[in-house]
């Protein structure tokens, strides 16, 4: 038998899908064509499902919640427990299947993998400390406390450039918190979700008891989401990609008093300060902006520099920006792989265009043709100098473009620096404590993640992951992003032989 190296992409893929048991009949038995960004070629064609179909999933769903919401949760963490486990002996296999179908090098699929194992360890120990408060009452006799109870049907929705960890930071805290998920996958990465349910299948398989579909895939794209997001018995929709989506996604989840978590598109920008170590610097902006292709929703897009140091600095990230190896991930040691498809491509090239327009001078950005066959879309990297924060750089490209520009006065860089729709990750570099706190501060980044001395991208799963504006507000993974999983009651209990009422209220009868 062939090594796993020396097949091409959709047997080597079918391989692994297989040898985590996932029924591989369905891997050409539809018209949802889904490629391999490494090399472009077709890799699967799977059925999409309906909205009858999901109605029926949903509907699973539903009665799964009735069992397991009354499951003890620190039993339900055993199901999570054993899901890290069973994640930990995938690992090899679901991060090169995460590389081959997103295009990420193997140590970025196996770090996404890792991800995943560590918020099931997150979600194992939350499993007991689903913690309510005991409140102070103002009447006598009386106790008040809060309650955290499951929520029901989590919808997930993700997009194609964390194809697997999304929907573990959603899934190991919604199996804690009592509730079944439903997951649509984004219509490029299908394949990392069938196996991320069948690696799922193992570990309830060992957990005995756990209810029918307590977690389920539906494939599709578009219409497939829509159908999840209308159902009033999905009672969190958690989305993740593009603003756009977010536009539409929002409002109809609103509109049926439904629960959202929101994670959109960013348009993150870094800080280079006079006090800053400039080797640390262009190494964390380097991979910031260049790392994933710059297809994070994190990658580092823009970079204002103090004019004190923009000539130390930037003629080194431009030259690091040329020399930069770009390739196939898993033929070779290239940092940068490929973009996901040829939309991608020409978006960036429109942007680039754009930049130019306005009077950017870019450097790189052109396609690399010699990697791959001509159905891959591989890029060098492109930095763009630019006179002023307009036009292309006040959006999101979801490609490698990194647009520089200058500062003088520190007040107006963090007026510009906030003065873009998205508000997902910043970053400032300094040793100046007073800039580093006052970027921190109220009145600095309005960003969900704000970073000192460190790049833009690479969060760990023990904070709250999300951001502010155009980027949704929603927020995932540590902190206490889990009580988005569950409702909250207020219980008061009289244990006295009185009925006094609250606010000194008299009704005597
Ligand atoms: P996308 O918006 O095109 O698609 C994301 C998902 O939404 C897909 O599963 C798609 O099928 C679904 N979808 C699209 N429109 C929908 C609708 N109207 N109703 C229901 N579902 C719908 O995004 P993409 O190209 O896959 O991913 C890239 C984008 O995602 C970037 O903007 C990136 O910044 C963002 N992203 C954000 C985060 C975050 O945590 N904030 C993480 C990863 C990616």
Not at 6 to 12: A, G, P
Not at 145 to 160: D, N, Q, R, Y
Not at 280 to 285: F, G, N, T, V
Request: hydrophobic share 45%.
């Amino acid at each position: 038998m062939k090594d796993a190296s020396e097949m091409d992409l959709k047997t080597s893929a079918h391989a692994i899908l297989a040898k985590l048991g996932a029924d591989t009949a369905v891997l050409e038995a539809g018209e949802m064509a889904s490629f391999s960004p490494v090399t472009g070629e077709q890799i699967a064609a799977l059925p999409v499902q309906d909205a009858a179909e999901v109605a029926s999933v949903i509907d699973r769903a539903a009665q799964a919640f009735r069992v397991w919401r009354k499951v003890p949760a620190p039993r339900r963490g055993e199901l999570v427990r054993l899901l890290g486990e069973e994640l930990r002996m995938a690992k090899d296999d679901l991060g090169r299947l995460v590389s081959i179908e997103a295009g990420k090098s193997p140590s970025e699929g196996a770090g996404e993998v890792q991800e995943m194992i560590d918020i099931c360890d997150f979600a194992v120990g939350l499993s007991r400390q689903l913690y309510g408060l005991t409140i102070a009452t103002e009447r006598p006799g009386h106790r008040m406390m809060e309650t955290w109870h499951p929520l029901g049907v989590v919808g997930v929705i993700s997009a194609f450039n964390f194809p697997v960890a999304v929907w573990s930071w959603n899934t190991a805290l919604a199996l804690v918190c009592g509730n079944p998920v439903v997951w649509k996958p984004s219509e490029k990465t299908p394949l990392t979700a069938l196996a991320c349910q069948a690696i799922l299948d193992r570990a309830l398989t060992r957990f005995g008891d756990a209810p029918e579909a307590l977690s389920q895939v539906i494939i599709g794209g578009r219409e497939t989401g829509e159908a999840l997001v209308d159902d009033p018995r999905v009672a969190l929709v958690s989305a993740t990609g593009s603003t756009r989506m977010g536009q539409q996604v929002g409002p109809r989840v609103a509109a049926r008093f439904g629960r959202s978590v929101l994670e959109l598109g960013g348009n993150n920008a870094g800080i280079v300060c006079p006090s800053a170590d400039m080797d640390m610097a262009l190494r964390a902006i380097a991979f910031g902006a260049m790392g994933t292709a710059g297809q994070r929703c994190t990658t580092m897009r823009r970079l204002f520099v103090h004019d004190s140091v923009y000539d130390q600095l930037v003629p080194g990230l431009i030259k690091a920006y040329g020399s930069v190896s770009v390739g196939n991930p898993l033929t070779t040691q290239a940092l940068v792989g490929p973009l996901v498809d040829q939309q991608a491509f020409e978006a960036m090239q429109a942007a680039l265009a754009a930049a130019a327009a306005e009077g950017g001078k870019v450097h790189g950005g052109s396609r690399v043709t010699d990697v791959a066959p001509d159905s891959a879309f591989y890029v060098q990297p492109a930095l763009v100098e630019m006179p002023a924060q307009t036009g292309p750089v006040l959006q999101e490209t979801f490609a490698p473009i990194l647009y520089v520009m200058r500062y003088s006065d520190f007040d107006d860089v963090i007026e510009l620096h906030n003065a873009v729709g998205a508000g997902l990750s910043s970053s400032i570099f300094t040793t100046d404590l007073r800039e580093s706190e006052m970027f921190l501060s109220a009145a600095g980044s309005d960003c969900g993640i704000a970073n000192v001395n460190i790049g833009t991208s690479g969060a760990e799963i023990g904070g709250a992951f999300g951001g502010e504006k155009e980027t949704g507000g929603g927020r995932e993974s540590g902190s206490d992003a889990w009580k988005a999983y569950m409702r909250r009651a207020t219980n008061t209990i009289n244990y006295s032989r009185e009925l006094p009422l609250a606010q000194g209220v008299v009704f005597d009868i």
